[in-house]
């Protein structure tokens, strides 16, 4: 196979482009990515196999994007190049609706433009849970056919361009399928977003900010078993379990309340739990996700495999052992977001 990952210097990108390499049927594996705050070529560093190449570039740029896929003769593309941060899409929706939805049009219209030159091109569409919006305490956990219910703006973004990947799916033909995921944890991940920044700052000894009363709840997978799930849709959509236009969801069966997160995170380094200071919450915080992955489980074969509290233990202790990492993404914007919204 001959794939085009979007973004794959971000979190689940990278780890998505670690387990691709692992395997033998990949011939090439080309890496697209605009290197925005979140996008650390570090995250790649040990990569060194002659079938992946990286490209600095924009999604929204046509002209690159088209000359890729005919040029690499790509078969299959993984698009996970989004902007992803529910706070920063609160502070200004622009950045969102320019790469979450003009971006995947750009995609769309790329893989058109190569089906005219007589290129057959996949596209696997990485979502996220938050388009099906908040579940209630005893409600069951979001299923494919559960209805599109966006409540905050990077959500609704993320939404427009899962109804813009099936539209061009039910207009032009092209096979394309959806996944969903709950939230990830792992090495990688960017300090802005929860169980990085909770370790960073209980390690330093730090203030813990925990949005109201910390008890919105999520359902929390590894990474790994993310990427793995990505990979698994790519074979689905290729040797055809997988129909054009399905969705898959992701998630581990792992619900918990934020506060408790925090908590582990702080047995976990040696902190206090004097360090929490609970702030003000985000507005229109969803109160709960959950995902059921039963589809996967049944027509893919996957299921998460690895184990909460040994991931959890592998992640503290791999920001504790990579403080140059750790540095290297700690830029001034970085340092502005998290005082502007944290102090």
């Known amino acids: 196979m001959r794939i085009l990952i979007t973004g794959g210097c971000g979190f689940i990108g990278c780890h998505t482009i670690k387990e691709a390499l692992d395997r033998d049927d990949i011939e090439r594996l080309v890496n697209l ?3 925005t705050y979140s996008g650390n070529p570090e995250n790649l560093s040990e990569t060194n196999d002659e079938r992946y190449r990286f490209i600095h570039g924009s999604i929204n740029d046509t002209e690159t994007l088209t000359s890729v896929l005919i040029e690499e003769r790509i078969q299959i593309i993984l698009h996970l190049a989004a902007e992803s941060h529910v706070d920063r899409s609160i502070d200004s929706v622009q950045p969102f609706i320019e790469t979450n939805i003009d971006g995947t049009r750009t995609i769309l219209e790329a893989i058109l433009n190569c089906m005219k030159e007589g290129l057959e091109i996949h596209l696997v569409h990485v979502s996220t849970d938050e388009v099906y919006g908040s579940l209630g305490p005893n409600d069951p956990a979001f299923t ?3 209805p599109l219910d966006p409540r905050n703006p990077y959500a609704v973004t993320k939404a427009s361009s899962d109804m813009m990947v099936q539209a061009f799916v039910n207009t032009h033909g092209i096979s394309a399928a959806t996944t969903r995921c709950s939230n990830n944890y792992g090495p990688n991940q960017f300090p802005e977003k929860l169980i990085p920044l909770m370790t960073l700052n ?3 000894g730090r203030s813990l900010p925990v949005y109201g009363d910390g008890m919105q709840i999520r359902d929390w997978i590894h990474v790994r078993d993310h990427a793995r799930g990505i990979l698994a849709t790519m074979d689905g959509l290729l040797d055809g379990r997988l129909d054009s236009g399905e969705v898959v969801n992701f998630g581990a069966d792992n619900e918990m309340p934020n506060i408790d997160i925090v908590r582990t995170i702080i047995r976990l380094t040696g902190a206090s739990e004097s360090q929490i200071e609970y702030v003000t919450d985000r507005p229109g915080h969803d109160r709960r996700y959950a995902m059921g992955f039963e589809k996967a489980e049944r027509i ?5 495999e690895i ?3 040994n ?6 202790e791999w920001y504790r052992s990579n403080p140059e990492w750790v540095e290297s993404v700690r830029s001034g914007a970085y340092r502005e977001w998290i005082e502007k919204h944290y102090g």
């Open 33 to 35: 990515d605009a290197l």
């Open 144 to 146: 494919e056919d559960t």
């Open 202 to 204: 209980a390690m330093e």
């Open 300 to 304: 893919l074969g996957w299921k998460p």
């Open 307 to 309: 184990d909460w509290s």
């Open 311 to 316: 991931g959890m233990k592998d992640t503290v």
